[in-house]
């Protein structure tokens, strides 16, 4: 396309971009493409997802997170379907409000994850909008050939598995909106859960090795699992009561009158970036090994049936939550 | 991400866009990922650029060659680098002008670029933005192995062509937006050239064989001759009088009192998605036979010395033109 962030594209790229380019594929961002050599043995995986300010993230979101949440969505998306990332190509919108200062934010929080994910930029685009800011990335990684798992390899008897804690990205974004009270550290620890979620990455080999089934939990914990029951074709129980809370998710649920409607709330609101999986009861052994090595919590929340659809319980009681998520009723 | 746009990112998926995915490596666009088989003695070329309503586009242009030119300006990235083009992955950020009728026309322009070059879409995104509308595409190809052109080859002594004609697009651009006084077949066909360039697809087996360096016209021609001029560390001539030109823009220059000014705005204007490329003087036999099968215009413009940058004549005069196109100065 024509230059027509003229000046900014090229100092963009030059100043900012160039250190972030992997050494040989991403060819200096010089010359429009990315060329990756095959490998032989090994699937591509790729996945592509867009933020846009007001939408995914607040006008107000330190740029750097923002970066960074951008790549961690996608990275979870990769590690939930057993892939290691290697690199992106990236499209930076850029808005009216973004100058250098939040231009070399962006990039020091792109570093900042190249660094702790070992992934590498390979290309993209930069231009400038009249609108909100917005950016999109394409991750990749490689699985062995034919090992990348679905959504819809679930089958009756599997138990049902989440890594880490479900509800904090949706008590963070309250908590940057400051909607919510609760003790300062709290807040603090819920803001980092929605600006820079932690993608299980280091869990993709685990979840190729073992699961019948897997989702990250983006759209919310019984939408995703749902998703995982209509791929598969059975039915998925699901228990409220061990849920896994964060210290601060605990004590907000402490705070509510209707333990069972916060619950609910928790599994419905999205943005966790864990892995939902489903195993062979007789795997479950090795899967909790695997995690502990890991130092990763992992909780079994339920278990695959015959049947259709979701099922949610509250302490042995069906219950038919108000809402499942982020989804498409 | 969760999805904020519920029941459109749904129905736009199930409806409009799983239609248009691979059979097998999409995985029915209802997993996050996409999953490439590796391809030995292939290395996979990758591009990814943005348009944006108001800048890369206008507010009234229909929606399905804006959906085409956003494939196109990708494609004709891959063409240039000698690479065939079998998938991509979307990003729609709608906006709140979006409706049905819009995205059906759209995916419709989607659905018209596949059969024309034969690609398949592999994964994405769908969202809604508060401003205005944008999409992103990573498309996707195949070279042999270690084939990929860079615009770093060119010799001393070679010969500079291009493909079709040069300066449509900027003239459209202008005729779309009614600033242009032509015949109506004149200002059509103008107008289709800046809506629905036509990437020179047919064209990367030849570039991959002949060319020493190549790039596609998006910057303008003067400018992206220059980048291969920078990138192969030598000096590009250009001689303006042999600018090839379609009949629309021979007239409007006709029009025009100053020939080598208008000759300089066609040459900078840029959005023309034609290849420029290097080839040794020995093979520009080959390289008019291979074109000429094709049905493809070729020009020789210029060509490859020692030294340093662009130098523009004109009738055999060195010119200085005010300007090199959309670039970075």
């Not at 200062?101 to 900042?112: D, I, K, Q, S």
């Not at 073992?210 to 699992?225: I, K, M, N, Q, R």
């Not at 049947?307 to 319980?313: L, M, S």
């Amino acid at each position: 396309m024509p230059a027509i962030d003229v000046a900014g594209e090229f100092e963009t790229i030059q100043r900012l971009l160039k250190p972030l380019a992997h050494p040989e594929w991403a060819r200096g961002l010089a010359d429009d493409v990315a060329v990756l050599p095959s490998r032989p043995g090994h699937d591509l995986i790729l996945t592509k997802d867009a933020i846009i300010e007001g939408v995914h993230f607040l006008p107000d979101d330190p740029l750097d997170t923002v970066a960074q949440k951008l790549l961690r969505v996608n990275l979870s998306d990769l590690a939930a379907k057993g892939a290691e990332p290697f690199g992106y190509l990236l499209a930076c919108h850029w808005s009216e409000r973004c100058g250098w200062p939040e231009r070399e934010a962006f990039v020091a929080g792109l570093r900042r994850d190249q660094a702790i994910f070992d992934i590498a930029l390979l290309g993209g685009d930069t231009v400038k909008t009249p609108g909100p800011a917005s950016f999109s990335a394409t991750m990749m990684g490689w699985a062995p050939s034919s090992s990348t798992v679905s959504r819809g390899g679930a089958r009756p008897g599997d138990l049902v598995f989440v890594t880490g804690t479900i509800g904090d990205g949706w008590l963070g974004l309250q908590a940057a909106q400051a909607t919510l009270t609760l003790d300062p550290e709290r807040m603090d620890a819920l803001e980092t859960a929605y600006r820079t979620p932690m993608p299980r990455v280091e869990f993709a080999t685990v979840v190729r090795g073992l699961a019948t089934a897997s989702a990250d939990v983006s759209d919310g914990l019984l939408a995703d699992a749902r998703h995982i029951a209509e791929a598969s074709k059975v039915g998925v129980e699901i228990d409220l009561e061990v849920l896994p809370l964060s210290a601060a998710a605990q004590a907000w649920l402490d705070s509510r009158v209707d333990t069972q409607a916060a619950l609910e709330l928790l599994a419905t609101g999205g943005d966790d970036y864990e892995i939902i999986l489903t195993v062979p009861a007789g795997a479950e052994n090795v899967l909790r090994r695997e995690a502990e090595r890991r130092h990763l919590r992992l909780t079994r929340i339920g278990r695959v049936v015959e049947g259709k659809g979701i099922a949610v319980r509250h302490l042995g009681q069906a219950i038919t939550p108000t809402r499942i998520g982020w989804t498409h009723d």
